[in-house]
């Protein structure tokens, strides 16, 4: 039949070429898309350089039709996760698709009957192996463009899922702010406050420090205060080396605020970035042959004009007592002075009201709603 869809465990050098290049096709009339590094993506699905498959089974799938690549989509199934929240959950990831209903169903399918033979009871996502991991379904503001922490999608993503019988589990929202020239009073009286009756700190790390003692700290509190959100599972020391030596070399120290209270505990972490989304949209993925040009002129010699705010934590026990007006009061003169005109977070569940009230006097824009998809097996 000519339009067959044919779905191929991926196993061959060939078949992960196709995998990584899909997106070529399908992103190729969306200016808002930003591609991963190519060799990011291959390193998925490496013990050696993801050490969450220590805990996770892992496959890639590519689809076929006419002889034409037209969609991946990976199946994971998170052991450590589904222990700790009591779930027998395949999780879908990195689904990319043409339009075509054969084709998403093909996919999703092929990951259903994968789950089922792994003893999983329902499927859901976006999700990735970790909470660190691209997840969630774009299902609004198609027109803004992506970030480099976030997936981006095509408008008819959503409605192929609902098409297959796929509901809402959750939604995540981004918080966008303007950056304003002065700290807003509230943060700045609040963060007087912290630090003089509470005897709260900001410390600037080495990246020494940052890579050793003091790196497995804020990581250790990121465990703590992410414990109870959806999907989480704790992070292995493995897990913590490899982010700390693959990603923090990226990160101008200066953006990442460590609250510290009068015992030298870390009790708050800010881990912020200046965007690179125009470098790895022109360099394509590609670190050669001007890839590397294109991401070291965003990081060392001329700021985009946008920052994102990666990871933002607070202990459980401080929180509320003027720990996230520190990171404002620290952060906002610091983008002023790199000419960063606006920020973004990452994708935060629209229930976590504490999390998203905190940006009120930054008067926010809630964008880029977000979702992930469930269907029992």
């Given amino acids: 039949m000519m339009n ?13 070429d196709d995998f990584i290049h899909v997106v ?3 992103y190729r009339d969306y200016p808002q898309y930003v591609p991963e590094f190519e060799n990011d993506v291959r390193g998925l699905f490496s013990i050696k350089t993801n050490p969450g498959l220590e805990f ?8 076929y039709q006419n002889n034409q690549v037209v969609g991946r989509i990976v199946g994971i199934v998170n052991h450590k996760a589904n222990k700790k929240w009591k779930t027998n959950n395949v999780r879908f990831s990195m689904i990319e698709f043409i339009d075509d209903l054969n084709v998403s169903r093909a996919l999703l399918e092929t990951v259903e009957k994968w789950g089922k033979s792994l003893g999983m009871e329902n499927i859901h996502g976006p999700l990735g192996v970790t909470d660190f991991d691209k997840e969630g379904m774009l299902v609004e503001d198609f027109d803004l463009t992506g970030s480099m922490t976030a997936i981006y999608n095509p408008p008819y993503y959503p409605r192929h899922m609902e098409a297959l019988g796929f509901a809402k589990e959750v939604d995540w929202l981004q918080v966008r702010i303007n950056i304003p020239k002065e700290v807003p009073p509230r943060y700045a009286r609040v963060a007087q406050y912290a630090r003089e009756n509470i005897g709260l700190r900001v410390r600037k790390c080495s990246m020494k420090e940052l890579l050793g003692e003091y790196g497995q700290k804020v990581f250790a509190l990121l465990n703590q205060a992410y414990a109870p959100i959806f999907g989480f599972s704790e992070l292995s020391p493995k897990q913590v080396d490899n982010f700390l030596n693959k990603y923090l070399r990226l990160i101008d120290k ?13 009790v708050g ?3 912020t970035m200046g965007s690179l989304v125009k470098a790895l949209q022109l360099s394509r993925g590609r670190l050669f042959p001007f890839g590397w040009y294109y991401l070291l002129r965003s990081l060392k010699w001329k ?11 607070v202990r459980p026990d401080y929180q509320g007592l003027g720990v996230n007006a520190m990171f404002f009061d620290n952060l906002i003169p610091i983008y002023n ?4 005109l606006w920020a973004e977070t990452g994708p935060q569940l629209e229930d976590n009201v504490r999390e998203l009230t905190q940006w009120k006097p930054l008067k926010p824009a809630f964008v880029k709603r977000r979702r992930c998809y469930i269907k029992k097996l």
């Fill in 254 to 266: 200066r953006m990442i605020p460590i609250i510290e209270n009068d015992k030298e505990e870390v």
């Fill in 269 to 271: 972490v800010a881990v």
């Fill in 56 to 63: 996770s089974d892992i496959q890639p799938f590519v689809a």
């Fill in 337 to 340: 002075k790199y000419g960063i």
């Fill in 4 to 16: 067959e869809v044919k779905i191929v465990k991926v196993t061959s050098q060939r078949e992960m």
């Fill in 303 to 313: 700021h985009e004009e946008s920052a994102e705010m990666l990871l933002i934590a």
């Fill in 24 to 26: 070529d096709d399908i």
